[in-house]
């Protein structure tokens, strides 16, 4: 069965009866944001963040049939951007992102800066704990949370239309807060309660760069400054561009563990997958 076919095909032992969903073809409207923080000439300066925001520009418009002219970066680099990466313009350019989004629709999210956890206070979050973005101001304007991110982006998004996400940051496993996330062997690692209020019916895949208790890697790669997730997941698909949802978190993993880095990046989905699908975007 093709993707294009697979409709409505939830299994009830996982989802619940009556649960509705479908898979993305991608071959609709096609949007991206990219983000990327540096936060320079500050205390908690990063140095590959922008370039991962260029690298993945170059990648989805090279690889993935992106448009410029469908590509918003967000970067505190104004030789790169004009939009600066603050709080409110995070917050208005992720509403923008997933506005008029239809089904078959292929949209782009990419993430890099600093990500950190805070405590939870509604009782919502099993560790007690909500992951969060550091927008260029959080000093003053704080930060945007997990939550949060999911009510912007994932929450208005219709049946079928797809979503794919990557957070290069610290502390990112579950930043997206969604239902499905899985094993090396493509299997699910939680359960899910179909009454869940974090259900959505949109195709949503989401990569981290690593588990809620690790960092990620601010790193050098090729004489250039770089995050270690953003790098790898590059390299491994421009290798080899058809790869199932699952050959592309273990060979991703691969490669981080060969260069020596310790984080897990983490794959996971508003909806149950079959991870022996193609991985697209």
């Known amino acids: 069965m093709s993707q294009a076919e697979l409709y409505d095909c939830c299994d009830p032992e ?3 009866e009556g649960v509705q969903w479908a898979y993305s073809t991608c071959t609709g409207n096609k949007k991206a944001l ?3 923080i540096n936060y320079v000439g500050t205390d908690n300066a990063l140095h590959g963040c922008v370039n991962d925001a260029l690298n993945l520009r170059k990648f989805i418009t090279e690889k993935w049939g ?3 002219d469908d590509i918003t ?5 104004p030789n790169v951007s004009k939009i600066r990466p603050t709080k409110a313009n995070i917050i208005a350019q992720l509403q923008e992102l997933v506005k008029d989004a239809q089904q078959n629709d292929g949209l782009f999210l990419f993430y ?3 990500g950190k956890q805070i405590q939870n206070v509604d009782g919502s979050e099993a560790d007690g704990m909500d992951e969060v973005i550091c927008p260029v101001d959080f000093d003053e304007e704080g930060y945007i949370e997990d939550d949060y991110l999911k009510e912007l ?3 208005p998004l219709p049946a079928g239309c797809r979503l794919t996400v990557i957070f290069d940051c610290c502390n990112s496993g579950s930043a997206l807060d969604l239902l499905y996330t899985y094993g090396h062997k493509g299997h699910i690692l939680n359960g899910a309660n179909p009454d869940d209020p974090k259900r959505s019916p949109a195709d949503v ?7 809620d208790d690790q960092v990620g890697i601010d790193a050098v790669e090729e004489g250039r400054a770089t995050g270690a997730l953003s790098h790898a997941f ?4 421009s290798k080899e561009p058809k790869q199932s949802y699952l050959q592309m978190l273990v060979n991703t993993r691969k490669i981080l563990k060969k260069k020596g880095y310790t984080q897990r990046p983490q794959l996971s989905s508003s909806h149950p997958i079959d991870t022996s699908l193609q991985f697209i975007i």
């Open 14 to 16: 996982v989802t619940g």
């Open 34 to 36: 990219l983000i990327g």
């Open 66 to 68: 992106y448009n410029q």
């Open 73 to 77: 970066m967000l970067t505190d680099d």
């Open 112 to 114: 890099s800066g600093h």
């Open 153 to 155: 982006v994932v929450d």
């Open 205 to 211: 895949v989401y990569l981290s760069g690593c588990r």
């Open 234 to 237: 590059v390299e491994n698909l």
